[in-house]
């Protein structure tokens, strides 16, 4: 049984799976704004760059608007977060990154240490309007009394990327350059399922300069945005590759 929301369909038969705060925003009239599974594959806008954004909160909105790579800064744990900024200037490198940070005082300063660490021809920024309100999950509003990106309709978010020059791709055809790794891949990799897998994605977390405490699904969204299936092979110091077809 699924809920008609105004932009989406959502997956509300498996709510028995979701945290007590999660069905309580599914079933709020805010849920019926947020796409968890957008109305046909084919209508869903992939984007080309990484979307750096604050939290957690700002990358559900964000992905329920595009398909795309999302990085939370953690607020500002980035400050002091040099893995994850090696992280940053990794995919900026590869691809690009959108900042896409609050309109307050905090959301700038955040994205003003992004200004000062990576290179400004990697960077494209995108900004949501100041609008006053509080998000809904919250009971007051921020000190300055404005939405965060959470808070912005899918259609806004857009937007803004598009202001911003983000690349867009069909998402009904797979992206050029890019590997497919899926968790089952990982598991034939060695990196997850074995005795030895701990140790060896360790090891390959370090060769990459990333966060060794990276989950199983930003590993596979970084490697399937950044590295190839040759460099794959080199980082983990054998042969082993995944055949795709």
């Not at 994205?111 to 809904?136: C, D």
């Not at 350059?177 to 030895?196: A, F, I």
């Not at 977390?205 to 092979?233: F, G, I, M, W, Y």
């Amino acid at each position: 049984m699924f809920y008609q929301g105004k932009n989406a369909v959502n997956p509300c038969g498996f709510t028995s799976i979701l945290t007590k705060i999660e069905r309580k925003f599914l079933f709020s009239k805010r849920c019926s704004d947020i796409s968890l599974y957008p109305k046909g594959v084919n209508s869903v806008k992939r984007v080309w760059q990484a979307i750096v954004v604050e939290g957690k909160y700002d990358e559900i909105r964000v992905h329920s608007a595009v398909d795309a790579l999302v990085v939370s800064t953690e607020g500002f744990g980035i400050f002091r977060d040099e893995q994850k900024m090696e992280m940053l200037r990794r995919l900026a490198a590869e691809r690009g990154l959108i900042i896409l940070t609050d309109s307050d005082s905090a959301g700038m300063l955040i994205r003003n240490h992004l200004i000062g660490a990576i290179p400004a021809e990697q960077m494209h920024h995108a900004y949501v309007p100041p609008i006053a309100g509080k998000e809904r999950r919250k009971s007051a509003p921020g000190k300055e009394g404005l939405l965060g990106v959470e808070g912005m309709d899918n259609t806004v978010v857009i937007a803004a990327l598009e202001r911003a020059g983000a690349s867009f791709e069909d998402a009904a055809a797979p992206a050029a350059d890019k590997m497919h790794l899926t968790k089952g891949d990982l598991y034939e990799l060695g990196l997850s399922g074995r005795t030895d897998s701990a140790q060896r994605r360790r090891a390959l977390l370090r060769a990459l300069k990333l966060p060794e405490n990276l989950s199983a699904n930003r590993l596979l969204d970084v490697l399937n945005a950044t590295v190839t299936e040759e460099q794959l092979s080199l980082l983990l110091g054998d042969s082993k590759t995944v055949d795709k077809p």
